[in-house]
């Protein structure tokens, strides 16, 4: 199977198949990047953003509005796939970088056939996100792709208050 992988400075989109070598691709964020999407990410200081679980929930809701604008079926939530969403959110939140991780483990452990995943930082609203990912060749393909029936979120804001985002697909042999 093949690696796909789309960097950019703010999100980052991977795919793995059973026997694929997984690589890190992403990005450190840098000050102009985090210039551009805070007010980008920000609709106003009044509105207070979502805590995390519904910040997730809405992710996925977003995620499956534009898979139904495209004729793809509903994803369903996953335990399984949320750990792992959540374990890479902490992690790349931490570290300050987009660096994806290796969904080897998440095609055995999770019983997956292919993977994928979206990470991104730096936007408040779930909304936000999933219009960026949608903008995105590589991250618009892991979100369209027709055999994906499961989701993943996971959700970390930084002590600075930037919020970190990891998304993992998933479909069964």
């Given at each position: ?56 929930r809405r992710v996925v809701r977003h995620t499956?509005?534009e898979r139904r604008a495209y004729d793809r ?83 970390r804001r930084d002590s600075r208050g930037v ?11």
């Amino acid at each position: 199977m093949r690696v796909l992988s789309a960097a950019m400075l703010f999100s980052a989109a991977m795919v793995v198949g059973p026997g694929a070598v997984t690589g890190a691709a992403g990005a450190t964020p840098t000050a102009a990047t985090a210039v551009t999407e805070a007010s980008a990410a920000l609709p106003s200081k009044a509105s207070t953003p979502p805590g995390p679980r519904v910040y997730e929930r809405r992710v996925v809701r977003h995620t499956n509005l534009e898979r139904r604008a495209y004729d793809r079926r509903a994803l369903s939530r996953s335990r399984c796939l949320d750990r792992y969403a959540q374990r890479a959110a902490n992690r790349i939140a931490a570290s300050g970088r987009l660096v994806h991780q290796n969904l080897k483990p998440v095609l055995r452990r999770c019983g997956g056939w292919k993977v994928g995943e979206n990470i991104a930082y730096g936007y408040r609203w779930p909304r936000h996100v999933v219009d960026a990912w949608m903008d995105s060749p590589g991250h618009r393909a892991n979100i369209l792709e027709p055999r994906y029936r499961r989701i993943g979120v996971g959700v970390r804001r930084d002590s600075r208050g930037v919020v970190w985002v990891s998304q993992v697909f998933a479909y069964r042999r």
